[in-house]
């Protein structure tokens, strides 16, 4: 294939960390070259115009996307992979709705806390955020949008003071923090990164990696601020170390922290490749940071190590990056694509319609993975499977089972509308993270939706929310032919509107 490189312009103004995208540049084409692709090098300013005019002029089969920033400002990252997907074109990691959820700290931490995922809770000025926690504590101020620690240091951190004060350090600190700025409960204890990467039977944990304080001093704030990464000849550079081995008491922890990894790439849809950053308390309860989209491919970052610590070079991990890469929606090339790929079916699948005792924990196990569901919604999914072993047909409820290697992979959920003649309802449609982007849904669905049909039903109806994070829900109904027939404001919450599709599915 024919690669194009796309990093952020960097100038000699540049900060070290907005230049050491060169070096992942650097990295990504070797591996691209040993991998039998062509590239080249495309940098990206704020002139996406006569970015686009270049993409056009070369004609890439995939661009590798490393737009980290435009013209110093994390804000603007998701402008890169929206380009990509206004001009047709496939490109590497998540997608640009994806990008600019995750680089929002603010909108990543609503959309964790929403889905019952652990986050520190916050304050920002103006902004939805957790209930206040009582009393006095210690409070670390962020940008809300640069990463790479841009302006985190020991003076972030704000200890003993209440509400009002932190709020006001917000106000009064954002102007160097990118502009805009939140505070978060500092998190005393263990740092961890989970490093994910795409493969054929899903998403891979990497070897989860701790950050280690060396030598810190008591009263020395243990954070990895921007001079533990940047600064080579700090103290803290020197002593924030990397770690992979671990006692075998921490297995517990660490198969939590695994599985809350990759709830975060089913909750953000991700792709390619992520990284999700930890606090552990001392009570040993996993708090998440962030999660990143493109973290550092530097062979001397942690994305590199973990790589490595698994058995792995970066040039296979590059290539795994390249064959997850998903098409633009609704792009040129991605259409001509659809048009030669085959309908989607079960033959691949072990399908069957009876649920069994173990559907209730295997059913709740995927909606905590995807990451939409709270836990009381979770809890439902297993009860409608409990009401069926209980009840038989006469609860109104049928099923179609998707299995792969003894592991449940997606199932549905559906039964007739209670007080109609041929109107059913969708209950539940879910896909386990580890086999989306492979037709599954869609499958399921369609299996689904012949069975309604061949017992008399004309229409299937299907509800969801009119939320930002429901955005690719709504998305895959539309594409499977689905239609909006109402939408009802502030059903579930203020803000919260019910979304209810239909499509006919039988002659009634």
């Known amino acids: 294939m024919r690669v194009a490189v796309a990093h952020n312009a960097v100038s000699g103004a540049s900060s070290p960390d907005e230049r050491d995208v060169l070096v992942q540049a650097e990295a990504v084409a070797g591996a691209l070259r040993a991998l039998g692709h062509s590239c080249w090098m495309a940098p990206c300013d704020l002139n996406l115009a006569d970015f686009r005019a270049r993409l056009e002029a070369k004609g890439p089969d995939l661009v590798f996307n490393l737009v980290e920033t435009l013209e110093g400002q994390?804000?603007?990252?998701?402008?890169a992979p929206a380009l990509f997907e206004a001009m047709g074109l496939a490109y590497t990691g998540a997608q640009a709705e994806a990008v600019?959820?995750?680089s929002n700290k603010l909108l990543a931490k609503e959309r964790l806390a929403g889905a019952g995922l652990p986050t520190p809770s916050w304050i920002a000025p103006g902004r939805l955020?957790?209930?206040w926690v009582s009393g006095k504590g210690t409070w670390i101020i962020k940008s809300v949008w640069e990463h790479a620690s841009v302006g985190l240091e020991e003076d972030s951190l704000l200890a003993g003071v209440g509400e009002d004060a932190v709020a006001a350090a917000v106000t009064e600190r954002a102007a160097r923090l990118g502009g805009e700025a939140f505070a978060e409960r500092f998190i005393e204890g263990r740092e961890f990164n989970l490093s994910v990467l795409a493969g054929a039977g899903g998403p891979e944990v990497l070897p989860?990696?701790?950050?280690?304080?060396?030598?810190?001093?008591?009263?020395?704030?243990?954070?990895?601020?921007?001079?533990?990464?940047?600064?080579a000849d700090s103290f803290e550079y020197q002593n924030t170390v990397r770690r992979f081995d671990f006692p075998a008491r921490d297995e517990a922890l660490l198969a939590e922290l695994k599985t809350l990894a990759l709830r975060c790439w089913g909750l953000f849809r991700l792709r390619g490749y992520a990284r999700v950053d930890f606090r552990v308390?001392?009570?040993?309860?996993?708090?998440?940071?962030?999660?990143?989209?493109?973290?550092?491919?530097?062979?001397?970052?942690g994305f590199a190590a973990a790589v490595e610590r698994a058995g792995m070079g970066l040039t296979e991990a590059v290539g795994r990056i390249v064959e997850d890469a998903r098409p633009a929606v609704g792009g040129k090339r991605a259409a001509a694509e659809s048009v030669s790929k085959p309908a989607p079916d079960l033959s691949q699948w072990t399908v069957r319609y009876e649920p069994r005792p173990g559907d209730v924990e295997s059913v709740m196990e995927v909606a905590k993975a995807t990451g939409f569901f709270t836990t009381d919604e979770v809890k439902v999914a297993g009860e409608l499977v409990e009401e069926r072993l209980a009840k038989g047909e006469g609860s109104g409820y049928f099923f179609v089972f998707a299995e792969a290697g003894g592991r449940l992979a997606g199932y549905a959920c559906y039964g007739p509308a209670p007080c109609t003649v041929s109107s059913y309802d969708l209950y539940w449609i879910m896909t386990h993270p580890d086999f989306q982007g492979k037709g599954l849904g869609k499958a399921v669905l369609r299996e689904?939706?012949?069975?309604?049909?061949?017992?008399?039903?004309?229409?299937?109806?299907?509800?969801?929310?009119?939320?930002?994070?429901?955005?690719?829900?709504?998305?895959?109904?539309?594409k499977c032919g689905y239609e909006v027939c109402s939408t009802l404001e502030d059903f579930y919450a203020p803000g919260d509107a019910k979304v209810t599709y239909v499509r006919r599915v039988g002659r009634g």
Not at 208 to 228: Q, T
Not at 284 to 295: D, F
């Open 74 to 79: 994390g804000r603007l990252i998701h402008l």
């Open 129 to 131: 955020r957790l209930t």
């Open 208 to 231: 989860p990696a701790e950050i280690v304080f060396k030598d810190f001093p008591a009263g020395k704030p243990r954070i990895v601020g921007y001079r533990a990464k940047w600064a």
């Open 448 to 478: 689904a939706e012949r069975l309604i049909a061949e017992a008399g039903g004309a229409q299937v109806y299907a509800e969801t929310s009119g939320k930002a994070q429901y955005a690719s829900m709504r998305a895959f109904y539309e």
């Open 281 to 301: 308390d001392g009570e040993g309860r996993p708090w998440i940071l962030e999660v990143n989209t493109n973290p550092c491919l530097s062979p001397d970052a």
């Open 100 to 102: 600019f959820l995750t």
